[in-house]
């Protein structure tokens, strides 16, 4: 698969020797050599993946430099000569795919870059199941209050309630928990 990668790199002998370990695998390379702006230019040229290399981070650059690389987006590599305990943490906390001490080496950046990518698709998934499972827990919580309402309006139990749901869903076409949330706040307004 051919990848559009983006190198933040600001020595250009160093990206160059990335960037012809990359060129023979078919991706497309583009490198950055400031920091500046680097969010706008980032989100401009939407790559695949992010590589950063920093020989001496310090926590305010690699926070500002993780977050302008969009590590909820694609996958972002860190490359770095030195860190320390908290420095790794924080970049795992900000989303960084891959952090990985003792410099940028081309021989390495592929199996990096596999690596990283693989742990941003599994992260993804797990978020949007995360999600998905979030949005099935509100429903649930909106259909048993509308239950509630309408056991305590009209003397039904739970059973009829939520029959009852279900039949003025499929009457409109719509899903239940669209129908319980119209109930909840309809009767929101009337109370």
């Known amino acids: 698969m051919k990848l559009h990668i983006v190198i933040v790199e600001p020595d250009v002998t160093r990206a160059r020797l990335v960037i012809d370990?990359?060129?023979?695998?078919?991706?497309?390379?583009?490198?950055?050599?400031e920091a500046s702006g680097l969010a706008r230019r980032v989100c401009d040229i939407a790559p695949d993946i992010?590589?950063?290399?920093?020989?001496?981070?310090?926590?305010?650059?690699?926070?500002e430099m993780a977050l302008a690389s969009g590590p909820m987006e694609r996958p972002v590599a860190?490359?770095?000569?030195?860190?320390?305990?908290?420095?790794?943490?924080?970049a795992i906390e900000a989303g960084?795919?891959?952090?990985?001490?003792?410099?940028?080496?081309?021989?390495?950046?592929?199996t990096v870059m596999?690596?990283?990518?693989?742990?941003?698709?599994?992260?993804?998934?797990?978020?949007?199941e995360l999600e998905t499972t979030r949005r099935a827990l509100e429903e649930r919580k909106l259909i048993d209050r509308a239950k509630g309402i309408l056991m305590k309006a009209r003397g039904l139990n739970e059973e009829e309630?939520?029959?009852l749901l279900r039949k003025?869903?499929?009457?409109?076409?719509?899903?239940?928990?669209e129908?319980?949330?119209?109930?909840?706040?309809?009767?929101?307004l009337l109370s």
């Open 50 to 63: 992010v590589l950063i290399d920093m020989s001496n981070p310090s926590r305010d650059i690699l926070e």
């Open 114 to 128: 596999d690596a990283a990518i693989a742990r941003f698709q599994m992260f993804r998934r797990m978020r949007t």
């Open 161 to 163: 309630a939520y029959a």
């Open 168 to 177: 003025a869903a499929m009457d409109q076409g719509r899903k239940v928990a």
């Open 21 to 33: 370990s990359l060129q023979p695998l078919g991706h497309q390379v583009t490198v950055i050599s």
């Open 78 to 90: 860190f490359f770095v000569d030195r860190t320390d305990r908290d420095l790794t943490l924080q």
């Open 179 to 188: 129908v319980a949330s119209a109930l909840v706040t309809a009767a929101g």
């Open 96 to 110: 960084v795919s891959a952090y990985v001490v003792d410099g940028l080496q081309p021989e390495r950046v592929a």
